[in-house]
């Protein structure tokens, strides 16, 4: 195997990579993937909600579907609710297991290779190819391909290694799996005693089941132990035993998600929306962005790093305003006080604007910033006048 020399080599079998593996094997490129799991989505830390424009892109079929979601119940600091609804589904909460399985079986279809239990520990950068080090189920292999792709999620060492840069900023996510009573729908809570800088969530997954988690600055574990205990107070969990699941999530983007043979897609370059989190979508955008260039550049032999400047191009016009402005406003809102995200909830409450919000075109699932902007424009409410006062000071400095 490893005297070969092939296309691309992939790091990770998250739906980034499986995703790009399933794109670049269609065209007709040796691929092989390196997993460091023994199978695809093995305890991955995610609650899988993914807009209906996502689920239709990674067109992987109704198996993967838990629930759809077109309602939501968001409560205030103090307990206030606010209970929203469209019509039509906005999202579908999908089994991340079946989800990254089935990337997987639709990349191998097109010929694919996957290694399981087989963790990249090094890549060296050549003229004329690109070792990549393995230990294939424990022994050490090195194999040589024409380009690599980093899709092996939020872990800084290999792109640092590359000279890509670091992600420095990030939010911690932590979840559970709980059996629960009376839990319908979709419910948001916010608050920074709940947590800290983002938001806590219970979503149902079937009849008695439900994801509760959270995204907080830091200490995300024991914000998740304490919302626990509340919702086990108010006898909503019946579960006996909950086990947590945390995992760190960038927001903030690479320096470089490119060099010499190299490109960097989804959680490790930073493809995340910083406002929820949320990042199987545009780290599958980047993944088919990446895909093309890499295309055009296999084809023509030019995998420099000013060739593959182009997929970083590309991808920051896409999604580049979109995440700088959703990171901002994220920031500003981990600036409020729980005094002020309830004045917040009494803007939007009060007189039907969280409605005319929804029901607008400024409201999209995946592309927040039309939104936040347009919600900056009610800039006479104290709440928003201080993040708007927050953003414009931060983004001019
Ligand atoms: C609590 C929580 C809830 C979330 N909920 C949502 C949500 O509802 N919707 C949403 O869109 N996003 C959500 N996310 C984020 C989402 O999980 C990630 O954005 C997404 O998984 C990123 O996909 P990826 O393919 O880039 O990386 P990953 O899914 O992290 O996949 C990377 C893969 O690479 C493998 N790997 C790592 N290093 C190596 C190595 N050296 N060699 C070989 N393999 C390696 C890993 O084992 C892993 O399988 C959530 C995150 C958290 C923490």
Redesign the pocket.
């Known amino acids: 195997m490893s005297g070969q020399l092939y296309d691309v080599i992939v790091?990770?079998?998250?739906?980034?990579?499986?995703?790009i593996a399933y794109e670049l094997s269609s065209s007709g490129y040796d691929v092989v993937v390196?997993?460091?799991?023994s199978a695809?989505?093995?305890n991955?830390?995610?609650?899988?909600?993914?807009s209906t424009e996502?689920f239709q892109s990674l067109d992987c079929g109704t198996d993967v579907v838990l629930t759809k979601v077109n309602s939501a119940k968001f409560f205030s600091p103090s307990g206030r609710c606010l209970r929203l609804q469209t019509k039509n589904v906005q999202a579908y909460?999908v089994n991340?297991l079946l989800l990254?399985k089935a990337i997987t079986s639709k990349a191998q279809s097109q010929g694919a290779q996957y290694f399981f239990s087989?963790?990249?520990?090094d890549i060296i950068p050549g003229k004329d190819s690109i070792q990549v080090e393995?230990l294939c189920f424990g022994a050490r292999e090195i194999f040589s391909t024409r380009a690599v792709v980093l899709?092996?999620?939020?872990?800084p060492?290999?792109p640092r290694k590359l000279g890509l840069g670091k992600i420095t900023n990030f939010l911690?996510?932590?979840?559970a799996e709980i059996e629960v009573k009376n839990v319908d729908e979709f419910e948001v809570y916010f608050g920074q005693e709940i947590a800290p800088g983002a938001f806590a969530w219970l979503?149902p997954t079937s009849a008695n089941k439900a994801?509760v988690?959270?995204?907080a600055i830091s200490q995300?574990k024991l914000h998740l132990q304490k919302l626990l205990n509340n919702l086990s107070g108010q006898g909503r969990i019946t579960s006996r035993e909950v086990e947590i699941?945390?995992?760190?999530?960038p927001v903030g983007t690479l320096a470089r998600s490119y060099g010499d043979r190299v490109l960097v897609?989804?959680?490790?370059?930073g493809?995340?929306?910083p406002t929820?989190?949320?990042?199987?979508?545009?780290?599958h955008l980047?993944?088919k962005i990446a895909a093309e260039v890499l295309d055009e550049a296999l084809s023509s032999d030019n995998l420099t790093a000013g060739q593959l400047s182009r997929y970083q191009k590309q991808w920051k016009v896409k999604m580049g305003k979109e995440l700088s402005r959703s990171y901002w406003a994220r920031w500003a809102y981990g600036k409020l006080s729980d005094r002020q995200i309830e004045g917040l909830f009494n803007v939007f409450g009060s007189n039907g604007m969280a409605e005319v919000l929804l029901n607008s075109g400024d409201f999209s699932f995946d592309w927040h910033s039309k939104l936040i902007l347009a919600v900056l424009r009610h800039s006479s409410v104290y709440p928003l006048l201080r993040i708007r006062h927050l953003l414009f000071r931060e983004v001019s400095s």
């Open positions: 790091v990770g079998a998250g739906p980034a990579g499986s995703y390196f997993e460091e799991k695809p989505g093995l991955v830390c995610c609650t899988g909600i993914i996502c909460v991340r990254d087989s963790p990249v520990i393995t899709a092996n999620g939020f872990r060492k290999l911690v996510g932590a979840q979503v994801y988690g959270l995204l995300a699941g945390q995992k760190a999530i897609i989804g959680d490790a370059a493809q995340v929306k929820t989190g949320g990042g199987i979508y545009f780290g980047g993944a």
